[in-house]
């Protein structure tokens, strides 16, 4: 192996933003040469954090059910997942609703990832910031590498 970084379990979390495919593409390409078990996780956002922002979001994510909310986000990943050429067996989907850095460093964990692939910046500009955030606090809490990707 010498001194190249080999991983075997790469945790993706994805929004369906531009950055979040930019990591999955990179890691789908890893799993591809290394065969790492790739793990594709979607933290639904409860819709009333939007409330605030209504008018820069857009009403689309107000009113779901949860159920609706982790049916959209799977449906975002495996949309993801074949956009990066991963078939359904390439991968594990998660969907678990929480607060996204929270949820993104338990999995991280629970799976015993030895690497994160996330996305710089999120879907739009309110959630922009919040990913920033999100993304800050995974750098600086995860107990693996953590590759941000722009």
């Known amino acids: 192996m010498g001194k190249h ?6 945790l993706v979390p994805l929004d369906g933003s531009e950055c979040a495919q930019k990591a999955l593409k990179i890691a789908a390409h890893l799993k591809r040469r290394t065969d790492a078990s790739l793990f594709l996780l979607h933290v639904p956002v409860k819709p009333d954090i939007w409330n605030d922002h209504r008018d820069r979001v857009g009403a689309t994510t107000l009113g779901y059910t949860p159920e609706e ?22 991968y ?4 678990t609703s929480g607060d996204p850095a929270d949820v993104i460093l338990e999995q ?13 910046r999120g879907m739009s500009n309110v959630q922009g910031l919040l990913i920033g955030s999100i993304c800050q606090r995974v750098s600086h809490a995860a107990p ?6 722009h």
């Not at 991280?108 to 710089?120: N, P």
């Open 69 to 90: 909310v982790v049916q959209y986000g799977r449906q975002m990943v495996e949309r993801s997942a074949s956009s990066a050429a991963l078939e359904k067996d390439d």
């Open 92 to 95: 594990t989907l998660l969907a």
């Open 5 to 10: 970084v080999m991983y075997q379990s790469i």
């Open 144 to 149: 693996c590498p953590v590759i941000v990707v």
């Open 108 to 120: 991280a964990e629970k799976l015993h990832v030895d690497a994160i692939f996330m996305g710089r």
